[in-house]
């Protein structure tokens, strides 16, 4: 499984970026996807999921803002109305499959999934 982010970039704040994140060797159709963040010194963070079936969560400080989305082999994040707090690296991430040898699957946390290599979003004041 590969997943390589971009669409990162500098904007300034109200501004808007658009994420992508293309995914070879993974089933999008089985379990979910998601973005996480990190901004400098802070904790890494769950900004937004999106599950099998389409259902999305989203952080608080992000809800109203950001939109996640998935199309074929490619998830999305389009950030609007950018605050500075937003500037962070951006990190994809998907859910492990196991499969069984029974014919069945189960899908991990997402956190302990699969990650790209991060792509930085600046927002300036």
């Known amino acids: 499984v590969q997943l390589v982010e971009s669409g990162g970039g500098s904007v300034q704040a109200g501004g808007s970026l658009k994420l992508s994140c293309a995914a070879s060797?993974?089933?999008?159709?089985?379990?979910?996807m998601g973005w996480y963040r990190q901004p400098p010194g802070q904790e890494r963070e769950l900004v937004s999921r999106?599950?099998?079936?389409?259902t999305t969560t989203y952080g608080d400080s992000v809800k109203g803002r950001f939109t996640i989305s998935q199309e074929q082999n490619t998830l999305y994040l389009q950030m609007n109305s950018l605050k500075t707090e937003d500037t962070a690296v951006y990190y994809c991430?998907?859910?492990?499959?196991?499969?069984?040898?029974?014919?069945?699957?189960?899908?991990?946390?997402?956190?302990?999934?699969?990650w790209g290599q991060g792509i930085q979003v600046t927002v300036s004041s």
């Open positions: 991430a998907a859910e492990a499959i196991t499969y069984y040898r029974t014919g069945g699957y189960a899908c991990g946390a997402l956190a302990t999934g699969y």
């Open positions: 060797g993974y089933s999008f159709s089985r379990c979910g």
């Open positions: 999106i599950s099998r079936d389409g």
